[in-house]
């Protein structure tokens, strides 16, 4: 039993710890209630994002506050009966943004974010679902020239600090790349160096298999089921106990739902998105995520049509979904595309985990023997499932980590 993991989540994150532990020798049980990448692995961008070396900050300006306050926009907006719950994350999420503070942050980061397209190649190859990675990188589009000039310098900063690759492009050649589009922005940043996926639950399902192939279980479960049982532990799942010498952590947003009863409650908080897919009218093509500053959502070619995917909202956990956010961004989205029909009659909802210093919890839970943490990667899960699965199974087995995991402790919030 002490070479038996069981590994609770089955997201992108979840999966991708299960993959490299099971290569690493071990006797591994990956357990969720659904089936593999149903949770907030399903509803992103699709972009595995190589040049995400800083991390949203919280706004610090009086102006973008009064904004935000004013919960009418599209890129954030919130339940006022849910900010008393929220307010000790949130205030985190604030002082970790300080300048100097956030320095450290974006040095993690960008640790992180350097091999994940290397990680998800090699782990692609394997599923043999390399058509899922497509090398077009994605656009951020510019509005307002003052704004596209700061976006500029940020770029050039990442360039030169962390090599991440851009082409800066003017209104010209922003509509040569994606000539569908409607309406003319001064210019854009293309971020040249990240994959794009086309079907991020498709994705999953190709590393789950993978995990299959090479001798790993994929089982339904309870995970808030898990207790101790003597050295190791033990959950219940649809074919009964399942125990195992070790678990890991590794769901997301309900993370809680089963470290707080072991005595490990870190201010893990969710930014509830949503998305819905359309058809393109006529011959209209959208080549690759383009994020439009000005409206706040992005718009991202996907196989089931063009996915609109909005911001954040700040909701209570058990609150009915909301999708305010679609409602606002669809009329706009339509200026911007020629869209057609909706593609699905429901609107999807997930929930990204987010933890206040913007990095994620990867390592030894704190207080708890046999316990590992994988979890709070707020809006870069999919982007750092492989590159996450890889350190903690070199934390686990005793190799020598790849990047030095200080920065993403457990313990840092114990």
């Known amino acids: 039993m002490a070479d038996s993991v069981i590994v609770l989540g089955a997201g992108m994150v979840g999966v991708s710890v299960a993959v490299h532990l099971r290569r ?3 006797d ?3 357990l969720d209630r659904n089936a593999p990448g149903e949770g907030a692995s399903f509803g992103n961008a699709g972009i595995i994002q190589r040049e995400a ?5 919280f706004p610090r300006s009086i102006r973008e506050l009064a904004r935000i306050a004013g919960n009418r926009g599209v890129d954030a907006v919130y339940d006022p009966r849910a900010l008393p719950g929220l307010a000790r994350p949130l205030l985190g999420y604030w002082w970790n943004s300080a300048p100097a503070r956030y320095r450290q942050v974006v040095a993690g980061q960008a640790a992180l974010v350097a091999t994940c397209l290397d990680e998800h190649l090699a782990m692609a190859r ?4 390399m058509e899922l990675l497509r090398p077009t990188g994605w656009i951020r589009a510019y509005a307002d020239p003052a704004k596209l000039d700061a976006a500029l310098a940020e770029a050039e900063a990442a360039r030169r600090d962390f090599g991440v690759a851009y082409t800066a492009l003017d209104a010209a050649g922003f509509a040569a790349l994606e000539p569908a589009f409607q309406v003319e922005r001064p210019g854009a940043i293309h971020w040249t160096e990240p994959l794009t996926v086309p079907d991020p639950n498709g994705l999953v399902l190709a590393y789950a298999r993978l995990l299959e192939a090479e001798g790993g279980r ?8 898990l207790t101790p049982h003597g050295a190791g532990w033990r959950v219940m799942s649809e074919d ?4 195992a010498g070790t678990v890991v952590v590794a769901l997301g947003a309900a993370a809680l739902k089963v470290t707080r009863p072991l005595g490990y409650a870190p201010p893990l908080f969710g930014k509830r998105g949503y998305h819905m897919h359309y058809a393109l009218r006529g011959n209209a093509a959208l080549n690759r995520p383009v994020v439009d500053t000005a409206s706040g959502f992005a718009l991202s070619p996907m196989r089931a049509g063009v996915r609109l995917t909005t911001g954040a909202e700040f909701a209570r956990p058990d609150a009915p979904a909301n999708p305010i956010q679609l409602e606002r961004a669809e009329p706009i989205a339509r200026t911007l595309l020629p869209l057609g029909e909706r593609r699905e009659e429901a609107v999807w909802m997930g929930v990204r985990p987010c933890l206040p210093d913007m990095l994620p919890a990867i390592g030894p839970m704190p207080g708890r023997a046999n316990a590992w943490c994988a979890f709070g990667h707020a809006h870069q899960g999919h982007t750092l499932g492989p590159t996450t699965g890889r350190l903690l199974a070199e934390m686990m087995t005793g190799e ?3 990047i030095p995991p ?3 402790s457990p313990a840092r919030f114990a």
């Open 406 to 408: 200080e920065p993403y």
């Open 28 to 30: 591994v049980a990956l």
């Open 218 to 225: 994929i089982t339904r479960g309870d995970a808030t089921t």
């Open 400 to 402: 020598a980590p790849f």
């Open 126 to 129: 394997a599923a043999d679902a």
């Open 24 to 26: 690493r020798g071990l």
């Open 240 to 243: 009964g106990p399942l125990e």
């Open 53 to 57: 070396v800083f991390p949203h900050p």
